[in-house]
């Protein structure tokens, strides 16, 4: 008992109502039984729990399909056999006519069959099309079948037995047990069905993570070992030459040296920007914020680069602009959105932040009049198997995987980014909810 208790359970959890379809197929089995032994048992005692043992198959139907698209069963589902154990009992004890249990029992089969239909078809099209509609068509089926059956009862008393053999009453019985079959079969088809397609993504997702991973090691080997390897140089210099530097010389080095930190102090926290957000590690809490402070803040952090390449930083954000955002990651990415501005920026050039209202979202722009992406750049930019690192107009390099941040933050506030060529630069477009 125990082994087979773990193997339901077991089974449970990969097929969603799995166990509930099955027992109601045994609740079914012996309702047919007790209908059978008719005569045999006295009819007071197999009406009366056969009728009931129908209800309690059509609970755990309905229990089956709820599970199956993880809802709840409403409480009141769950005292039903009960209700119908009770009333039957009361009839039949009080001397009822068999119509009026033949009744009572047709209406919960009707409701039942009709309450399945109404799931499934809530439910179209997160599933097949083919399997839900042959589903619906047999769970309507049921309830003309069974208004069938108790009509011809009601106009022919002398037959209202389930199985009492005439023509009629063996082409009503086998219907119903092959839509039953039917029934049956189609949910377990729909079943094995929904495992196939998780294990379909399972598998897409198992290789976006190998991609993930193969960028991230190749981010790793090339991008940061390049920095490094320049700083180490560098260093190596100063400590064997620094007695024969002149002063100029010794303050070139030491800006190369800050900028190769810099370069990798950069890469370094996009990596692990990446890496947190890939392992679910960073937590989002969006508030309130005002959309110029956060542009203000950046464009501070970014000021000495804009000067050093006599570059223009305007912020054009009306101050009364609020978004509803997570602060840190609407910081990370206005800072990797300005500095691939700078990146592709002229000596010379500006770069203009600007916002708007539209839709009951925030649409930000970053616009600059640099060197610009091609169409087919563009489309590669955003994919994570695919996006390019470019050299920028001061022979800046990097990784690429700050644009694929920036995405990834914005789409997990339930806004988008996307990159629009102009003639001159481009503007590089995000947006967030208001």
């Known amino acids: 008992l125990s082994i087979f208790m773990v193997m339901s359970i077991k089974t449970q959890k990969i097929y969603p109502g799995y166990i509930d379809w099955v027992l109601s197929v045994i609740f079914l089995f012996f309702t ?3 209908f059978a032994l008719r005569g045999i048992i006295p009819d007071f005692f197999t009406v009366i729990v056969a009728n ?25 589902f769950y005292t039903a056999p009960f209700g119908i154990f009770v009333l039957l009992f009361y009839l039949n004890f009080t001397g009822t006519t068999p119509i009026i249990n033949y009744m009572i029992v047709s209406t919960c089969i009707i409701f039942i069959a009709t309450y399945i239909a109404y799931v499934y078809w809530k439910f179209i099209e997160v599933g097949s099309l083919l399997l839900f509609g042959a589903t619906i068509l047999i769970a309507l089926f049921y309830p003309i079948i069974t208004a069938a059956r108790l009509t011809y009862w009601y106009f022919n008393p002398g037959e209202a037995m389930l199985l009492n053999s005439t023509f009629q009453n063996n082409i009503f019985f086998l219907i119903s047990i092959g839509l039953d079959i039917l029934g049956a079969t189609l949910f377990f088809a729909m079943n ?18 190998n991609i993930t991973k193969d960028k991230f090691f190749s981010i790793i080997a090339h991008d940061l070992q390049g920095p490094v390897g320049n700083i180490s140089q560098y260093l ?5 030459d620094y007695g024969t530097y002149s002063e100029e010389k010794k303050l070139f080095v030491l800006d190369r040296l800050s900028l190769s930190i810099k370069k990798t102090f950069h890469l370094l926290v996009n990596l ?19 959309l110029a402070d956060a542009v203000e803040e950046t464009i501070n952090v970014y000021r000495s680069a804009a000067y050093n390449k006599k570059i223009t930083l305007i912020n054009a954000i009306p101050t009364e602009l609020t978004v509803i955002a997570d602060r840190h990651m609407l910081v990370t990415v206005l800072r990797n959105l300005l500095s691939n501005a700078l990146k592709f920026s002229n000596e010379g050039d500006s770069i203009e932040i600007i916002a708007e209202e539209k839709d009951g979202f925030i649409k930000i722009t970053f616009s600059d009049q640099g060197i610009g992406f091609s169409d087919k750049d563009i489309s590669s930019l955003l994919k994570i198997d695919g996006f390019i690192s470019s050299i920028g107009t001061a022979n800046e390099s990097g990784s690429g995987l700050g644009l694929i941040i920036c995405k990834e933050f914005i789409e997990k506030h339930g806004g988008e980014l996307y990159i629009k060529p102009k003639e001159k630069g481009c503007d590089v477009i995000f947006t967030l909810p208001n």
Request: net charge neutral.
């Open 32 to 34: 047919y039984v007790f």
């Open 52 to 76: 009931s043992l129908v209800s309690v198959a059509g609970l755990l139907r309905i229990m089956g399909i709820n599970k199956f698209f993880n809802r709840s069963t409403p409480r009141v």
């Open 192 to 209: 094995a069905f929904r495992l196939t397609a998780e294990l379909e993504n399972k598998n897409i997702e198992l290789e976006k993570i």
């Open 236 to 240: 190596d210099q100063v400590i064997t």
């Open 272 to 290: 692990l920007e990446w890496a947190k957000d890939q392992t679910g590690m960073i937590s989002f809490t969006p508030v309130e914020l005002s």
